[in-house]
């Protein structure tokens, strides 16, 4: 129940850590109350287990910390949090996944070598909260989302039709760029349809960057940054300025080509409902079939989303 209190915590703020990993945390006395809890502060302030100790202060004393990440065991712009579990006297952790960094991993045999009881679960929805940023710092590029928007005969296009799917999902999609660092297409959508790929008519603290793919050139006023160099180096340098995850919105030649390169994390497919009958299919040839590490469905609107996930770290 403690370990759900503490993952609810970050569902309800999923991005309170930004740029760094949002952690819940949840003290529990030796009776079985809670005794305190928080989440991870924005950036430079303190980390999830030190803002729910220091809540508790003297009754987490022979206590359970409930953490959704394993607590860090190094010192960045804070003390590593496994010396202040140890001073707080709590004798058991329980943590919901591993830290992914060989920088600040390490921390629950740290505990251990405390002489406290530690379980170090893996729990999928525990990685999922912080998935960007686990990809970001495992792989040092951003997690790449490939959105695509498909008729049920597969095609990106509906002949005479300016959208493909209706309100409710394109207002999801504006969603999910207010959600992201950045936001891409290839020059072959811009040469098309000129989008804007801002974020309308949903609250957003920061306008993603807006990418084009290719050689370009970029029609006057697009407000898009075009990349030219190869996928990978293009998106290693995304991710050594902070960009941590890219909606990659198409068109089909891009998304193959970052599914052949082994870049894409999520596939977001709407699927409206409607047979188009003519004009390009979702993705181009595939050198071998792609196996998916799992498959979800969602109405939205008069749409279904399709997610799929190719890999999780
Ligand atoms: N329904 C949807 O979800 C959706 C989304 C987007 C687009 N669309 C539709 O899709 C059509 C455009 O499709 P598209 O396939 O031509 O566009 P695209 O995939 O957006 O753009 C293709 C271009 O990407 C650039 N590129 C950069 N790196 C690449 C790489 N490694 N491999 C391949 N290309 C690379 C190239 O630009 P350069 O030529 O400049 O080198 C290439 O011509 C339009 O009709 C548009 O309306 C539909």
Known sequence: MSLERALALVDAEPRHGYPNPTVGAVVVDAGGAIVGEGVSEPAGGRHAEVVALDAADDAGRGGTLFVTMEPCAHHGHTPPCVGRIVAAGVIRVVAACADPTEQ?????????????????????????????????????????????????????????????????????????????????????????????LDVRDVAVERQP????????????????????????????????????????????????AFLEAGLVEQLLVFVAPVLSGDGPTMLGRLARPLDLASLELEQVGVDVLLTARLRED
Do not use: C, I, Y
Not at 131 to 139: G, Q
Not at 151 to 172: H, I, M, N, Q
Not at 211 to 223: C, E, H, I
């Open 104 to 196: 600040a991993s390490g921390g629950a045999a740290q505990l251990r070598r405390h002489g406290l009881e530690v379980e170090l679960l893996d729990l999928p929805r525990a990685r999922r909260q912080n998935e960007a940023w686990r990809t970001w710092a495992v792989r040092g590029r951003p997690h790449v989302l490939l959105k695509l928007a498909a008729s049920l005969d597969g095609r990106v296009v509906v002949p005479g039709r300016r959208w493909v799917t209706g309100e409710a999902a394109r207002r999801r999609v504006h969603e999910l760029r207010s959600q992201v660092d950045a936001v891409a297409v290839g020059m072959g959508t811009v040469r098309a349809d000129a989008p804007r």
């Open 209 to 256: 960057r807006r990418l084009a793919f290719g050689r370009g050139p970029l029609p006057d006023g697009s407000g898009l940054e075009l990349r030219r160099g190869p996928l990978l180096a293009e998106l290693e340098a995304l991710g050594a300025a902070g960009v941590q995850s890219l909606l990659l919105e198409g068109g089909p030649t891009l998304a193959t």
